[in-house]
């Protein structure tokens, strides 16, 4: 079973290609990673995969759906966004 699938992924920043036509698929328990050079993508992929920013262009499907419409996604960005303080802040 694919559990992550990326087809033609792109992202630009202005005139800067970010991410340029990534296309991979990781299958249920396949270990998976990223390699390259600083500024090649990595994190940018990342990011979208995890609905931080959008592509400008291309498909991500997750569990067979694609990444606007699978509500993990989006349940995770909330326990990121309600659960990463600042070391020494002390408000709730």
Known sequence: MTVIKVASLCKNFGSLEAVKDLSFDVNEGQIFGFLGQNGSGKSTTIRMLLSLIHPT?????????????????????????TTWKKPNDNTK
């Open 57 to 81: 262009s291309g498909d991500i499907h997750i569990f067979g759906k694609e990444k606007q419409k699978y509500p993990t996604i989006n349940k995770i960005n909330t326990i990121k966004k």
